[in-house]
């Protein structure tokens, strides 16, 4: 008898542990809802949104002839000012920035992923060449699909009362290839210094960017280890998130 109530005992936290890793499972593959990786077609969809528009010269009108001909003058044609070499790009509307973080919920592998569209700044191009790039985001506009995660992100982890932005200064200048002109598309290697949670720290990564409907388009991420912007571990008893990130974005920008 008692052997057969030890069964029962332990089919029934058996069964009840299957209820909970599949009610995980559902949560983590379902109900968690982390968009995909920011790619190419990301970039394509925030420059095709919207494009600058540009104002058409008017047509030139055309009057009735008069009986009196006009006096002739004569003009001396002048060469037409040369466009300048160096061009100033600004953050526009269409801008994304983010974190992803691989986590394991109960044992079943699953992703945190936040967002915001808060972001400022620009860069300037000399010819075909990038001289600066400074950028600031609003750390605690960055939201996720689960309040509970982003209350976690803005008090013990990123502690935003106290560190409420993070940005990026380029600290060297990047050789594109190519004018920013329209069509043109390259992709380069940035190095500057990120600067988050209080911490500043020296940065090299890649990027692809697009000049497309007079818009420059800038996607890229950046690899990130936590501890080295003294960043709490973000995991939790029931939850491991592992030791480092990315923060991934699609910048658009406008001459400004």
């Given at each position: 008898m008692n052997r057969r109530?030890?069964?029962?005992?332990?089919?029934?936290?058996?069964?009840?542990?299957?209820?909970?890793?599949?009610?995980?499972?559902?949560?983590?593959?379902?109900?968690?809802?982390a968009p995909d990786a920011l790619d190419a077609d990301d970039l394509d969809a925030a420059l095709a949104a919207t494009t600058v528009a540009t104002t058409a010269a008017p047509a030139?009108?055309?009057?009735?002839?008069?009986?009196?001909?006009?006096?002739?003058?004569?003009t001396t044609a002048t060469a037409a000012d040369p466009a300048p070499d160096t061009s100033q790009w600004q953050v526009a509307e269409g801008s994304e920035l983010g974190y992803r973080v691989a986590e394991v919920l109960f044992g079943v592998n699953?992703?945190?992923?936040?967002?915001?569209?808060?972001?400022?700044?620009?860069?300037t191009i000399e010819s075909t060449t990038m001289t600066a790039a400074s950028f600031e985001v609003d750390v605690a506009s960055i939201t996720s699909d689960d309040?509970?995660?982003?209350?976690?992100?803005?008090?013990?982890?990123?502690?935003?009362?106290?560190?409420p932005t993070a940005s990026f200064e380029l600290s060297e200048p990047v050789e594109l290839g190519v004018?920013?002109?329209?069509?043109?598309?390259?992709?380069?290697?940035?190095?500057?210094?990120?600067?988050?949670?209080?911490?500043?720290?020296?940065?090299?990564?890649?990027?692809?960017?697009?000049?497309?409907?007079?818009?420059?388009?800038?996607?890229?991420?950046i690899p990130v280890v936590f501890t080295d912007f003294d960043i709490a571990d973000p995991s939790l008893p029931a939850i491991r998130v592992e030791p480092d990130g990315l923060i991934e974005f699609v910048l658009v920008l406008t001459p400004a």
């Open positions: 109530r030890l069964m029962i005992i332990a089919a029934v936290l058996v069964g009840c542990v299957g209820v909970l890793y599949g009610a995980v499972w559902f949560y983590a593959a379902v109900i968690n809802d030139p009108s055309t009057t009735a002839a008069t009986s009196a001909a006009p006096e002739a003058t004569t699953t992703e945190g992923v936040g967002r915001t569209s808060e972001v400022t700044g620009g860069i309040g509970r995660r982003d209350g976690q992100f803005r008090g013990r982890i990123m502690e935003t009362d106290r560190f004018e920013a002109t329209e069509g043109a598309d390259t992709t380069v290697e940035i190095t500057g210094d990120l600067t988050m949670h209080g911490v500043t720290r020296p940065v090299t990564f890649e990027v692809t960017a697009r000049i497309t409907g007079g818009r420059l388009g800038v996607l890229g991420s």
